[in-house]
Nanobody, 124 residues
Framework: QVQLVESGGGLVQAGGSLRLTCAAS????????MGWFRQAPGKERDVVAAISWSGGSTYYADSVKGRFTISRDNAKNTVYLQMNSLKPEDTAVYYCAARRMTILTTRRYEYDYWGQGTQVTVSS
């Protein structure tokens, strides 16, 4: 079992930065691939970034490439999402997710555990 708690969301002006943190509990974190998803009102929950168990493989949605960076610290059971050059269209609830496998995936249904989400609002 893995429990996930996100933090770091908030209100920021366009062009600003935020760092989201996902703290995980559970002894299987270091063998879990992780992902960040986001969901805007009236829209689907879409993948933003994903990372393999070791951090050696990462994935980014085209809309955030070059602006967002996913990373993890297995010693601290934590995964991060550094978000730079934020745009109003990045406004959404951001969710951390974990899967019981080491290989990353972009498919929402392949994640087994979810956090409660943290709101990110980017003003223009």
């Amino acid at each position: 079992q893995v429990q996930l708690v996100e933090s770091g969301g908030g209100l920021v002006q366009a062009g600003g930065s935020l760092r989201l943190t996902c703290a995980a509990s559970g002894r299987t974190f270091s063998s879990s691939a992780m992902g960040w998803f986001r969901q805007a009102p009236g829209k689907e929950r879409d993948v933003v970034a994903a990372i393999s168990w070791s951090g050696g493989s990462t994935y980014y949605a085209d809309s955030v490439k070059g602006r967002f960076t996913i990373s993890r610290d297995n010693a601290k059971n934590t995964v991060y999402l550094q978000m730079n050059s934020l745009k109003p269209e990045d406004t959404a609830v951001y969710y951390c997710a974990a899967r019981r496998m080491t290989i990353l995936t972009t498919r929402r249904y392949e994640y087994d555990y979810w956090g409660q989400g943290t709101q990110v609002t980017v003003s223009s």
